[in-house]
């Protein structure tokens, strides 16, 4: 169990690049979830998986954010045509089947410049 | 829908002395409480989980926390800080038993003070 994995740690794009981001969940969890946190505020739900199956999209989540979880291990979060607004830590979490809480990534800072 | 407060956007305390932080949530339902805390540059690591058992909730590192529903609250507490617990605590609520969602509470800076 090496716990939740993102990657990159840190990304730096201009305005109006594709940027994708991966994580690892702890093997097993078949619970995967997204959130995003900005500096001085609490992390906000961005979307949810269970297995390979999105379950949930915040409306935060707009068209230019797309997630995806083939099948059921690791997922992508892939945002479009970033703007300086998207620069945020983004975080991602996995829990197991029938148990409470989470475990975060350390997360991946994106700075839109 | 839920929603979790977290009075006081920093706390500072001496070394060896009580850690409050406080956290009040409007939901619903019985609500699952959550408290977790972030070092710098690092992810959310849960520090205790309150899902409709005990009201008071023993976590790691020392922490606990008691579930009030008169006062609608779920206050974390440490009998003695030590240096180590300076970091960002953040109070969340979810509703929706199987699912987990977590709405988060804008989060408390504890400083400790040597």
């Known amino acids: 169990d090496t716990g939740v994995s993102q990657d990159p740690r840190h990304k730096i794009t201009k305005r109006g690049q594709n940027v994708t981001f991966r994580c690892d969940p702890i093997?097993?969890?078949?619970?995967l979830y997204w959130y995003r946190q900005t500096l001085g505020q609490g992390p906000e739900f961005l979307t949810y998986?269970?297995?390979?199956?999105?379950?949930?999209k915040s409306r935060l989540l707009s068209d230019r954010f797309s997630a995806e979880r083939p099948k059921g291990s690791f997922s992508t979060l892939e945002i479009q045509r970033t703007e300086q607004g998207d620069s945020a830590m983004y975080l991602c979490?996995?829990?197991?089947?029938?148990?409470?809480?989470?475990?975060f990534g350390s997360g991946t800072r994106l700075t839109v410049v | 829908a839920q929603s979790v407060t977290q009075l006081g956007s920093h706390v500072s305390v001496s070394e060896g002395a009580l850690v409050l932080l406080r956290c009040n949530y409007s939901?619903?339902?019985?609500?699952?409480l959550f408290w977790y805390v972030q070092y710098p540059n690092q992810g959310l690591q849960l520090l205790l989980k309150?899902?409709?058992?005990?009201?008071l909730v023993k976590g790691i590192n020392g922490f606990e926390a008691e579930f009030k529903k008169s006062e609608t609250s779920f206050h974390l507490t440490k009998p003695s800080a030590h240096m180590s617990d300076a970091a960002e605590y953040f109070c969340?609520?979810?509703?929706?038993?199987?699912?987990?969602?977590?709405?988060f509470g804008t989060g408390t800076r504890l400083t400790i003070i040597p």
């Open positions: 979490a996995s829990s197991p089947r029938e148990t409470y809480g989470y475990t």
């Open positions: 093997s097993e969890h078949n619970r």
């Open positions: 998986f269970q297995n390979e199956a999105q379950l949930e």
């Open positions: 939901s619903s339902v019985p609500p699952y």
């Open positions: 309150y899902t409709s058992a005990a009201t």
């Open positions: 969340a609520v979810s509703e929706d038993f199987g699912n987990e969602k977590l709405t």
